[in-house]
């Protein structure tokens, strides 16, 4: 049975909000292991004004942010957890970033987060980010609970 978010929980369980807020629905979930997330990208999206506005591509930091969103929502449905009673899960690294394919308005992102560790106050995770069956972007990223 798949477990969903909507955007409606995901808002309960992230403290980004417009123009940062970059996950549009969870399709899938199991607590203290994985998630899947959608990111619908659109040309309304503020950073296409600026990067490379005669060929909008979605800049490849904010497709880390993005599966870095996926991780905290894990994180905060998985220890029960939410922002609002003052916890944050901060980014605090990132290991072998790998960008396969530009990510253009129109494209839909299926963001994968698997947990590879969660010890006490930091989550390490390996993240995938998807337009189709084609591989946009591939890292491993680092939380920290503050």
Not at 26 to 48: M, P, Q
Not at 66 to 72: I, K, L
């Amino acid at each position: 049975m798949k477990h969903m978010m909507d955007i409606h929980e995901i808002l309960k369980n992230l403290p980004h909000r417009y123009p940062f807020l970059l996950i549009d629905r969870v399709i899938d979930f199991e607590l203290g292991k994985s998630l899947v997330a959608l990111k619908n990208v659109t040309i309304n999206e503020a950073f296409f004004n600026g990067h490379f506005p005669s060929r909008p591509v979605m800049p490849g930091v904010l497709i880390l942010e993005a599966m870095a969103q996926a991780g905290g929502v894990l994180a905060y449905k998985s220890t029960n957890e939410s922002p609002s009673n003052g916890v944050l899960y901060y980014f605090a690294g990132v290991d072998n970033a790998r960008f396969r394919r530009v990510v253009e308005p129109g494209d839909q992102l299926r963001l994968e987060v698997k947990v590879l560790r969660a010890k006490r106050d930091f989550w390490k995770l390996e993240g995938s980010a998807y337009v189709g069956e084609e591989l946009a972007c591939s890292a491993e990223f680092l939380s920290a609970r503050k």
